[in-house]
């Protein structure tokens, strides 16, 4: 089976530019999360979707939005690039129903440059 | 809100020795989950091992396993027999038992094995 997928791999954008990141979660998991890892950093929630709903949101600008396609994969959007959203931008997937042994499957991320 | 805490950004250890990674966190829930991620170089996030609070046992994974004081909310990984492929980025991290997968990352520890 097919881990979780990311695309891009890079990205290098300008201030003020708009971007969309895709996710594909693995086979089967109905939950897709989001998450920012500046450099030196842990990794930061952004979102969550579930069956195509917002589940939850942490604290990230209205500049980001994302959405999530019937076949369970997701888009993260991120508008009016500032310098300080570059960052490696993760993908996380997991069955979405919330029991202890429900495992986050981490992608390989993308890579985004704001110059 | 819930914080999670490592005080060591990095720390070394001869191959085959043992090595204890500390983390302690705070939170005013009782039951949560608690994780430490490993992040190789250029490579996914992967799980290592996985605490329930409602758990008294720590616990273990092969080389790995835990010490979990709940009461003092701390969280230590225990590396043994280091091999050269533990060299990586480790993550202490924290879930909630609600709907969300939202994770809370600490800032991690880089770990370099010394052949």
């Known amino acids: ?115 | 809100a819930q914080t999670v805490t490592q005080s060591q950004p990095e720390m070394s250890v001869q191959e085959a020795e043992t090595v204890t990674l500390s983390c302690t966190y705070d939170t005013s829930e009782s039951d949560y989950y608690l994780f430490w991620y490993k992040q190789p170089p250029s490579r996914q996030m992967i799980l290592v091992i996985r605490q329930e609070a409602y758990k008294q046992q720590n616990a273990t994974e092969n080389r790995f396993s835990v010490n979990f004081q709940k009461a003092a909310k701390s969280f230590s990984l225990k590396i043994s027999d280091s091999q050269l492929g533990d060299a990586a980025m480790y993550f202490c991290a924290y879930r909630s038992q609600n709907r969300d997968d939202k994770i809370i990352f600490g800032k991690g520890t880089r770990l370099h094995i010394l052949p």
Not at chain 1, 3 to 10: I, N
Not at chain 1, 27 to 43: A, E, I, M, R
């Open chain 1, 1 to 115: 089976d097919a881990g979780v997928t990311q695309s891009p791999t890079h990205l290098i954008k300008t201030r003020g530019q708009q971007v969309t990141l895709r996710c594909s979660p693995i086979s089967g998991h109905k939950s897709v999360s989001w998450y920012q890892q500046v450099l030196g950093q842990g990794p930061q929630f952004i979102f969550q979707y579930y069956e195509k709903e917002e589940r939850g949101r942490g604290n990230f600008p209205d500049r980001f939005s994302a959405r999530q396609f019937p076949n369970y994969s997701s888009e993260l959007n991120v508008n009016a690039l500032l310098l300080g959203d570059s960052a490696l931008y993760l993908c996380a997937s997991s069955s979405g129903m919330g029991f202890s042994t429900d495992t986050q499957y981490f992608g390989p991320g993308t890579r985004l440059t704001v110059l």
